[in-house]
């Protein structure tokens, strides 16, 4: 599965995007604040997921991702179609690039434990198929775009997994990385098995940068 996996991979490349302007990005934070809070840590009651554990590489493809309409496109959760249009207003890459950064300069959160499951039978799914592109601790795989997934609110993994597998996120015909997920949710076949997968990975320790 792994051979076959990385040689799927290969053709994976190394994202464009520079290093933003983090006073610039703090600035346009601003009208982030109110959903992801104001050090980035998330609200729960907003569905809105803490983006100060991700990499500023996956936050701006995210952004875009939204802003371009492969996420939040007609089916998508109420969640998903409020962030796009946000991103809709960020029309410049390069102001994607100085919020991202901005983010990035804010301290990690540690993510509250919502989510139980069988934590044998997570890890042995995990470590059969998710790890070959998230990495053996989840700390994600910039070479292959593959996000950091320790220390993400597993709510929010939860939510996307099931995002994947119903086809609203991953199905855009331009979103190559979407798809390529989306083959992988199709592996977990029941909600069970999700919340096994993502309660391994929340017990996980992040490895901040
Ligand atoms: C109205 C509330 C709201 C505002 C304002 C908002 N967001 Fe979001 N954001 C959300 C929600 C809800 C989600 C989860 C979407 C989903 O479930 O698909 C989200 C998801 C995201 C994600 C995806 C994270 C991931 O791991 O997939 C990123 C990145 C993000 N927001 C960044 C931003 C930035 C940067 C801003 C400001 C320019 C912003 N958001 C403003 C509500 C908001
Ligand atoms: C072939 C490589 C590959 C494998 C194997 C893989 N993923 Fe992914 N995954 C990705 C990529 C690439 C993305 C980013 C997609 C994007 O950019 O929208 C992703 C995104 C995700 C996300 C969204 C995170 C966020 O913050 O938005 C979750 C959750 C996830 N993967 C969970 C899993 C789980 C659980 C498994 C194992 C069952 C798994 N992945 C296996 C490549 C992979």
């Known amino acids: 599965m792994r051979h076959f996996l990385l040689g ?10 520079g290093s933003g302007d983090i ?28 983006l100060v554990n ?5 936050v701006a493809r995210q952004l875009i991702s939204f802003r371009d309409g492969w996420r939040g496109g007609d089916g998508d959760s109420v ?15 390069e102001v994607v690039a100085d919020v991202a950064a901005y983010i990035d300069s804010l301290p990690p959160t540690s993510t509250e434990i919502t989510v139980q499951g069988d934590l044998a039978l997570g890890q042995s799914q995990y470590d059969m198929i998710c790890g ?19 220390g993400v609110d597993d709510w929010y993994l939860m939510s996307q997994i099931e995002a ?12 190559r ?8 949710a199709g592996i977990i076949t029941s909600d069970e098995a999700a919340r096994n997968v993502v309660s391994y990975i929340r017990s996980l320790e992040p490895q901040w940068k």
Do not use: K
């Open 132 to 150: 070959a592109c998230h990495g053996g601790r989840a700390e994600g795989n910039l070479a292959l775009q593959a996000p950091v997934l320790a």
């Open 23 to 50: 006073a610039r990005g703090e600035a346009a934070y601003a009208v982030c604040s109110a959903c992801h809070g104001a050090e980035g840590q998330g609200q729960r009651a907003l569905n809105a997921p803490a």
């Open 8 to 17: 799927l991979l290969a053709f994976a490349s190394i994202s464009a995007f």
């Open 54 to 58: 991700l990499d500023a590489e996956y």
């Open 79 to 93: 969640s998903a179609i409020q962030m796009r249009a946000i991103a809709a207003t960020l029309r410049d890459d």
């Open 164 to 175: 994947f597998r119903a086809g609203t996120r991953g199905t855009h015909p331009d979103d």
């Open 177 to 184: 990385l979407g798809a390529q997920m989306r083959s992988m």
